[in-house]
């Protein structure tokens, strides 16, 4: 078995953020399910929250590149 | 994998992070290799269009104009107003360069013949982030003064006193290391992972076309695979840029603010 164990940490270094990723647009779609009129309150909100989730998984992909 | 090495051919050379090191254009000096020379002339572009944009204002907008207000304003109310408050208007010029300057060189990723994203070599984010961090805390140190400034910072009014051994540290460390390190890896690591997929799908279609009949099948999924992910780091582009300079107006909102 070849490869590096950097891709093995990216692979670890996204549950994480998948999960939050899903949780944030699960409140997201229900703040909107229930109340129609707050999306363009929520969307800044969600968009931000997934970015700062987000962040943490693009660097371990980078850093799996970057450092072999 | 015997598939993809062929018997005269080499294997795959997969990208890697050698694929963003440029040659300098002219000369010998690294300020002639193409991130630079783009970085340039995206400051060019941006202040063409905005000039234009501005020159003759009428009461009912021309085209251009119409664009340069709809991005200045974005900037403005949604970024600027609604995260800053009462004090925006001061920081709008220096947010409204940081959104322009980011996007239009992430944009860069994608136009055909450019191609490269300027944000995906470390130095540009990290000269960013430098001014929103000397930003934020100079404006803190202006408001509060330095000593009730890092007071505030460490130790929280309404927490129980035994937190405070955990939360100094942790709060300096927010403040002075993380919050820069993040904010620049943020969009660095974005646009470094977004460009590296986009070589990675496309030397991938080309090095399966000189292939078997089943290989060049596939050539044509990594082909369209990689169109697909243009459009997806088209909004990924626009995204990041959005995000650093939301972030960057948060974190000088909490530095203006009254409360803790």
């Known amino acids: 078995m070849t490869g590096t164990l950097g891709i093995v940490g990216f692979g ?31 969307q800044p909100l969600a968009f931000l929250g997934f970015a700062l989730a987000e962040a943490l998984a693009i660097l371990g992909l980078v850093l799996a590149f970057v450092l072999k | 994998m015997n598939l993809l090495e062929g ?28 991130p630079v020379v783009l970085v340039f002339f995206s400051v060019i572009l941006i202040s063409t269009f905005f000039i234009a944009s501005s020159r003759k204002a009428l009461v009912v907008p021309s085209k251009i104009q119409f664009a340069g207000e709809m991005v200045y304003g974005f900037v403005r109310n949604e970024i600027g107003k609604d995260v800053i408050g009462s004090e925006f208007q001061r920081f709008v010029p220096f947010l409204f360069t940081i959104f322009t300057f980011i996007l239009t060189n992430n944009i860069f990723g994608i136009i055909p013949l450019i191609q490269f994203p300027t944000m995906s070599r470390i130095g540009f984010p990290v000269a960013i982030t430098i001014f929103v961090y000397l930003t934020y805390h100079f404006v803190a140190i202006r408001k509060h003064g330095l000593f009730k400034y890092l007071k505030d910072m460490c130790f929280m009014p309404g927490i129980p006193k035994f937190m405070y051994v955990i939360l100094a540290p942790l709060e300096l460390a927010t403040y002075f290391l993380i919050r820069p390190l993040t904010l620049a890896m943020r969009l660095f690591g974005n646009m470094f992972a977004g460009h590296l997929l986009l070589i990675l799908f496309t030397l991938g279609g080309e090095y399966m076309l000189h292939d078997k009949l089943i290989m060049k099948i ?3 999924f990594s082909f369209g695979f990689s169109l697909g992910f243009t459009f997806f ?28």
């Open chain 2, 233 to 260: 780091e088209f909004f990924v582009q626009c995204l990041q840029a959005y995000i650093f300079t939301l972030l960057s107006a948060l974190y000088i909102a909490g530095a203006l603010a009254d409360e803790h």
């Open chain 2, 7 to 34: 018997a005269v051919r080499p294997g795959f050379r997969a990208p890697d992070a050698g694929d963003f090191v440029f040659p300098s254009i002219f000369g010998d000096s690294v300020l002639t290799t193409k």
């Open chain 2, 218 to 220: 596939f050539s044509l």
């Open chain 1, 12 to 42: 670890l270094s996204t549950i994480g953020p998948g999960i939050a990723t899903g949780l944030i647009f699960a409140a997201y779609i229900n703040g909107v399910a229930r109340q129609p009129e707050a999306r363009s309150i929520l």
